[in-house]
C-alpha cells in the first residue's frame, strides 16, 4: 500500500507542468509555440527567458527527486515496487495527465529522481551526466535529441555492468526508455552531425 500512495504521488507530482503554468501566467502557450510542442526548459528558454527557464529547471528536477528521497526513507529500497517508485515521476512528465497524456522529454525531472536516491548510491546520478556530458563535450552529437537517445543507451549499458542493486538497476533501464522514447517523439527532424570536441572541418 506505502509503495502504491508513492507511485501515485510521484506521478501527480511529475504530471505537473511547470513550464506551461510559468507560460500561461504570460498569457502565452508554450506546447503550440514551440517546435517539437513540449513544455520542457528547453522551450520556456527560448521562449520565456533565462529566469523562466531556471525557475522551470528547479521545480522539474524538484518534481522527480521530493517523491523518490521521502520514499528511500520510508520504504525497502530493495523491494521491486521501489523501482516503480523511482520512475513514477517521470512516468508523470512524460505522459501528464493534466495534457491528456502528451508531456514533456523529462531528462530533468530524470535527473531530480537520481539525485532522490543518491543516499543510496550516487552512481546512476553520476553516469547519467558521465553520458551526457560525453556527447556534449567530447564526441558532440546534434541535434540535442539524438544525444540524449545515444546518452539514454550508454547509461543503461553502464547501469547493467555497475549498479548492483536489482531495484535501482531496473529502474535505470525504465528510466532509459522513457527518454529514449520523448526524444523519438519529439525529434524535430534536424541534420545528424557529429564532431570531436565540436569541432569541424571547414567546407
Given at each position: ?19 506551461r ?21 528547453a ?48 512516468v508523470?512528465?512524460?505522459f ?9 522529454k ?12 543518491s ?51 531496473f ?33
Amino acid at each position: 500500500m506505502n509503495y502504491f500512495l508513492f507511485i501515485l504521488f510521484g506521478l501527480l507530482s511529475g504530471s505537473i507542468m511547470f513550464g506551461r503554468i510559468f507560460s500561461a501566467k504570460l498569457g502565452v502557450d508554450i506546447v503550440s509555440e514551440s517546435d517539437d510542442h513540449n513544455p520542457g526548459t528547453a522551450n520556456v528558454y527560448k521562449i520565456l527567458g533565462f529566469k523562466y527557464a531556471a525557475s522551470c529547471l528547479v521545480c522539474d528536477i524538484l518534481k522527480g527527486f521530493i517523491p523518490v528521497f521521502f520514499a528511500s526513507k520510508l520504504l525497502d529500497t530493495e523491494n521491486l515496487f521501489f523501482s516503480a517508485v523511482i520512475v513514477s515521476p517521470i512516468v508523470g512528465s512524460a505522459f501528464s495527465i493534466f495534457l491528456k497524456f502528451h508531456g514533456a522529454k523529462s531528462i530533468a525531472v530524470a535527473y531530480g529522481t537520481l539525485i532522490g536516491i543518491s543516499d543510496i548510491t550516487i552512481l546512476p546520478f553520476c553516469l547519467m551526466v558521465l553520458c551526457v556530458l560525453f556527447f556534449a563535450a567530447v564526441v558532440v552529437v546534434e541535434p540535442n535529441s539524438l544525444k540524449i537517445i545515444l546518452s539514454s543507451i550508454i547509461f543503461a549499458a553502464a547501469c547493467g555492468i555497475n549498479i548492483e542493486t536489482v531495484s535501482i538497476k531496473f529502474a535505470c533501464f525504465i528510466i532509459s526508455g522513457i527518454l529514449i522514447f520523448t526524444h523519438i517523439r519529439g525529434y524535430n527532424k534536424k541534420p545528424f552531425k557529429i564532431s570531436l570536441f565540436g569541432i569541424r572541418k571547414a567546407a
